[in-house]
């Protein structure tokens, strides 16, 4: 298995930059995810690993090689499709050996190969099958069979669940995160368009949005220190609330006085120069809690719709403006809050500051240096 670097790596269709100044250094054994909204390069940037597609600047690194200009059979990786590409004609033991032959290997390592995937990936007892008697899933897997008898530097996976159904996406991810587990030194790269499967299965997440990384880091990381606005609405689901306000107090913690009357209270540090600045602060809807007596409210507002989930129910509000709607998420049932008017808060360490669409725990090393001391 290997290890991967992306030096400035950039990619134009004449004068459209589709990619740019892409810097990543992704280690051995890491799975590492790409997501982000469509056209932003994902699909792409996968395939200039692959070599599919050529690179147009910058410098791409396979275990120490620059592979640019090596062709895509020649660069020790193997790549999962979004559609099967199964020979419907060979069963799936053909299937899984075809490229060993290909590649004149021994029948007995061919035997061996075929038979150590099948049993990693479940598959022995379907091996004499065509693909047309197989679910989905088991289609799926065959595919990913295929590549791991390859034996490949670097697995590769181009939304491979995004044509099952719900529950065979569900079940597949599962198999993929104990495949990953059975193979723990292999190197993999994976674009997904689903939040679940990303949160779920990557060591790293690359957040790629406006032709370049937003931010990477491990899903928690994400989740819980987005670095600027769009990564703050993009994981998670429903997304991050942000709402407008002004600094009013600074230090360890900052205080905003936020649009509507509300005032919030967070664990992001902030310099005495930010007082008076405007900023946005974000709540996630699953970290507002219904105010009690003597609590500072964040947010109020008019209860529009209700969804009850069972074990919580999504509180949608009245939009304020032109303000995008706030979504709370209290545990159990609330129905009766429906067209009632309802008070948030929250507590301050799940209450986010940017400014000028940036963290400010980001923002320069005097803030990373009081923000350690605050956390």
């Known amino acids: ?5 992306l030096t400035d790596i950039a ?32 699909s792409t940037l996968l395939r200039m690993i692959a070599g599919l597609e050529s690179i147009t600047g910058g410098e791409l690194q396979i275990d120490g090689q620059v592979v640019n200009n090596v062709p895509p059979s ?11 590409a199964l020979y419907p004609h060979m069963t799936v033991r053909e299937n899984m050996q075809f490229a060993l032959k290909i590649a004149k290997k021994s029948p007995a390592e061919i035997a061996e190969r075929v038979e150590k995937s099948a049993k990693i990936l479940q598959l022995h007892n379907l091996l004499d099958r065509l693909p047309k ?29 995004s044509n099952l159904d719900a529950a065979l996406r569900v079940a597949t991810r599962i198999e993929i995160a104990q495949l990953k587990e059975a193979m723990p030194d292999s190197t993999m790269v994976y674009v997904t368009h689903d939040q679940v499967e990303a949160m779920t299965l990557a060591s790293r997440i690359v957040v790629l949005a406006g032709g370049g990384i937003a931010q990477v880091g491990s899903p ?19 997304a991050m609330n942000l709402l407008p306000g002004k600094i009013t107090g600074t230090g360890e913690q900052t205080t905003v006085e936020v649009a509507g009357g509300g005032i919030a209270v967070s664990n992001y540090p902030s310099l005495p120069e930010d007082m008076g600045k405007d900023v946005n602060i974000g709540v996630r ?81 005097e803030i990373k240096e009081i923000a350690t001391k605050a956390h």
């Open 1 to 5: 298995m290997a290890d991967l670097l």
């Open 11 to 42: 990619k134009s269709y004449g004068s459209v930059d589709v990619l740019k100044h892409i810097n990543l250094d992704i280690k051995k054994g890491e799975l590492i995810v790409f997501v982000g909204p469509s056209g932003c390069g994902k």
């Open 74 to 84: 020649e660069r020790g990786i193997a790549m999962v499709f979004q559609s099967y």
């Open 133 to 161: 008697e197989l679910s989905g899933g088991q289609r799926q897997r065959v595919a990913i069979g295929r590549s791991i008898v390859r034996d490949p530097k670097v697995y590769l996976f181009d939304e491979p669940l």
């Open 220 to 238: 928690l990381e994400l989740y819980e220190r987005p670095e600027n606005e769009f990564v703050a609405q993009f994981i998670g689901s429903p």
């Open 285 to 365: 809807p699953e970290d507002f809690v219904a105010i009690k007596d003597g609590q500072q409210r964040i947010f109020k507002g008019k209860v529009n719709i209700t969804e009850a989930l069972g074990e919580v129910t999504l509180l949608y509000f009245e939009p304020q403006g032109d303000a995008d709607p706030v979504i709370g998420k209290l545990g159990g049932i609330h129905k009766e809050l429906r067209g009632n008017e309802v008070e948030l808060t929250a507590d301050p360490a799940k209450v986010h500051v940017f400014m000028n669409t940036q963290s400010l725990l980001y923002r320069d090393k």
